[in-house]
């Protein structure tokens, strides 16, 4: 038997003010498109937008459906337009915020579980890692510097 530790590390901001001006930028896009998110079934919106390499910013919010689950999550809108638009750029970084009709989200919201296998997804094909930036409506920031530290043990193609 082998036992084997994962460390995991995360930079953890108080406030949008203490970031970086690049990513306080990114992030201020996330807020902008988590306020126009389609949510009326779980009032709960999210807002993602994605650094490319070449510079170019995409931008996704969640889209629900009545039909569910139909809809998507705002990270899978991002990385599928990106895919879509810029299937051979390397996405450099993530930011996400959330925010609630129900209640105050004062902290960092991480991806879902799908939406982290699609950008592992992603981060596997390009063969390098994915910022990620994630935030509640208010409070702090986690920053990551790779996809794997959110989801270690990935799935990928690798097993296929």
């Known amino acids: 038997m082998k036992k084997i530790e ?7 901001f ?14 201020e896009i996330a807020i902008k498109m988590r306020n126009t998110a389609y949510a009326p079934y779980s009032n709960f919106s999210v807002g993602a937008a994605l650094l490319l390499e070449n510079k170019e910013i995409i931008t996704g919010n969640n889209q629900e459906n009545a039909a569910y689950p139909s809809g998507m999550c705002a990270e899978r809108v991002a990385v599928y337009s990106a895919g879509a638009l810029y299937p051979n750029i390397p996405i450099v970084k993530i930011a996400i915020s959330a925010s609630s009709l129900k209640k105050v989200v004062d902290q960092p919201v991480g991806p879902c579980g799908s939406c982290r296998q699609a950008i592992a997804e992603y981060e596997f094909k390009q063969n390098t890692p994915i910022e990620l930036l994630f935030a509640g409506e208010k409070g702090k920031i986690v920053k990551t510097t790779s996809l794997k530290d959110l989801l270690p043990l990935s799935f990928d193609k690798s097993f296929l």
């Open 14 to 27: 108080d406030a949008l003010d203490e970031l970086s001006s690049d990513d306080r930028a990114l992030m």
């Open 6 to 12: 994962h460390i995991t590390t995360f930079t953890v």
